[in-house]
């Protein structure tokens, strides 16, 4: 069975400073990860996808994921915070195998909190 | 930027009613998905739906739920009679036709429904 962990329920961050938002997942097989952030009152926006290749992604507004195959950890980073990326963060993983399931497992979610 | 839509934004019913969450996915999107959230919990895959037909559901979905693409835009989610654990946000999301693409799910704003 997939699963995915959000270890951190809560990040604070400084303005300016490098931040990380941590997820490990577990799965038999490849996996696609993904990163989605949620604003208030809004739905989940994508932020960025590890399926194939180079290791290292690069998504939207800045944020990056490294893929970890012997750690089995996406790690979302960002090299210099914003009071803006304040949101909700969800990892995900969607298990790749002979057939055709595209559901996708979140994780619990990690509250990430940038402090002017 | 085309977006995933969903109507309403909030839901209050009775219980044992039924009720129908409405969803127009991103335009020439060929995968159509329903997940839930219920409050303070992670977002939970429901159902898939391509070439009209449910590819894949969950064990949450049971026999009270039902979706319909009813024409070339809309996608229903039916709860038959509504319970109180019902109660959560549901979102929408849809997935490209373009190779490469198609792993990625662009979601919506969700609907809250509560169930008194």
């Known amino acids: 069975a997939q699963s995915v962990a959000q270890p951190e329920d809560q990040v604070n961050v400084a303005e300016g400073n490098p931040l990380t938002v941590k997820c490990t997942y577990s799965v038999s097989g490849n996996p696609y990860l993904f990163w989605y952030v949620q604003y208030p009152n809004r739905g989940l926006q994508f932020l960025l996808k590890?399926?194939?290749?180079?290791?290292l992604v690069k998504g939207s507004y800045g944020f990056e994921a490294e893929f970890n195959k012997s750690q089995t950890s996406f790690h979302l980073k960002k090299p210099s915070a914003l009071v803006s990326d304040s949101a909700l963060y969800f990892c995900?993983?969607?298990?790749?195998?002979?057939?055709?399931?595209?559901?996708?497992?979140f994780g619990s979610g990690t509250q990430l909190t940038v402090l002017p | 930027e085309p977006e995933v839509t969903q109507t309403p934004s909030h839901q209050v019913t009775q219980m044992g009613q039924e009720v129908i969450l409405r969803c127009v996915p991103i335009?020439?999107?060929?995968?159509f998905y329903w997940y839930r959230q219920i409050l303070g919990q992670k977002v939970e895959f429901l159902v898939s739906?391509?070439?009209?037909?449910?590819?894949?559901k969950s064990e949450i979905f049971d026999d009270q739920f039902s979706v319909e693409r009813p024409d070339g835009s809309n996608f229903t989610l039916k709860i038959r009679s509504t319970k109180l654990e019902d109660s959560a946000m549901y979102f929408c999301?849809?997935?490209?036709?373009?190779?490469?693409?198609?792993?990625?799910?662009?979601f919506g704003p969700g609907t809250r429904l509560l169930v008194l």
């Open positions: 999301a849809s997935s490209p036709r373009t190779s490469g693409e198609q792993e990625t799910q662009y």
């Open positions: 739906f391509y070439n009209n037909e449910i590819s894949e």
């Open positions: 590890y399926i194939t290749g180079d290791n």
């Open positions: 335009s020439n999107h060929l995968y």
């Open positions: 995900a993983v969607r298990y790749i195998s002979s057939g055709s399931a595209r559901q996708l497992t």
